[in-house]
């Protein structure tokens, strides 16, 4: 079966760090994405893990354990306009010529001045 | 250039109509994907086509009929539909690339936003 979970929804003020995170039991795997949708609109890439470690961009940051099937997203200098939900997606299948994500139910995020 | 099109914006029918939403790449991509978004729920995967041909179909009901008329373009026929149809639906696309060098991130669309009478 395919399992992805995260938190549903997370508070933070403007200026600080929130850390989403987000764990998955899936049959197969093949990296695992971030994005970001703001209500109403299309969700947008931000990060891409295939190895374990830290990946840094901006102001973002995703981990990944494989081992612990376990990845967090890092958001530092929180801004109103990152109030937004937050999917984690779990590649489980690539053929070469297509993709196949699972994503998991999003974490809606809430920024307060 | 990451950019996806979708037409309609937004879209309402009845029961008994007939309708198709559009899609549309220029960045070269060969994997399209439809997807359909609930509120407050994660996208789920309806169809992938690859290379113009459908390499899979997540047991979606006939009443949605995808088609790819080229490498660019990406439509959902739909015919029949019912409220619970109503939804957000998103097209995305991918470079569809071999594994272990690139990403292949899946990009997507802006939306059309159905509502089934």
């Known amino acids: 079966g395919q399992n992805i979970d995260q938190p549903t929804e997370m508070t933070a003020t403007e200026g600080a760090i929130v850390q989403i995170n987000c764990t998955y039991q899936t049959s197969g795997f093949n990296g695992l994405f971030w994005y970001q949708q703001h209500a109403g609109e299309a969700p947008t890439f931000l990060s891409y893990n295939v190895l374990d470690g830290l990946e840094e961009k901006g102001r973002f940051s995703s981990f990944l354990s494989r081992s612990k099937g376990y990845s967090y997203l890092l958001l530092k200098e929180l801004q109103m306009k990152d109030s937004a939900s937050y999917l984690c997606a779990v590649r489980v299948g690539f053929s070469g010529g297509y993709n196949k994500l699972i994503f998991g139910a999003g974490t809606r995020l809430a920024v307060h001045p | 250039d990451t950019e996806v099109t979708q037409t309609p914006k937004h879209l309402v029918m009845g029961m008994t109509n007939k309708k198709s939403l559009k899609c549309e790449q220029h960045?070269?991509?060969?994997?399209m994907y439809w997807y359909k978004q609930k509120a407050k729920k994660p996208p789920e995967l309806m169809f992938v086509?690859?290379?113009?041909?459908?390499?899979i179909n997540e047991s979606v009901p006939s009443r949605f009929s995808p088609e790819c008329p080229n490498s660019s373009l990406l439509n959902l026929h739909l015919h029949a539909l019912q409220p619970e149809d109503s939804a957000l639906y998103l097209c995305?696309?991918?470079?569809?690339?071999?594994?272990?060098?690139?990403?292949?991130?899946?990009?997507f669309g802006p939306g059309t936003r159905l509502t089934v009478l």
């Open positions: 995305a696309s991918s470079q569809g690339a071999q594994s272990g060098r690139r990403t292949d991130t899946q990009y």
């Open positions: 960045m070269g991509h060969r994997a």
């Open positions: 086509y690859s290379y113009e041909k459908l390499s």
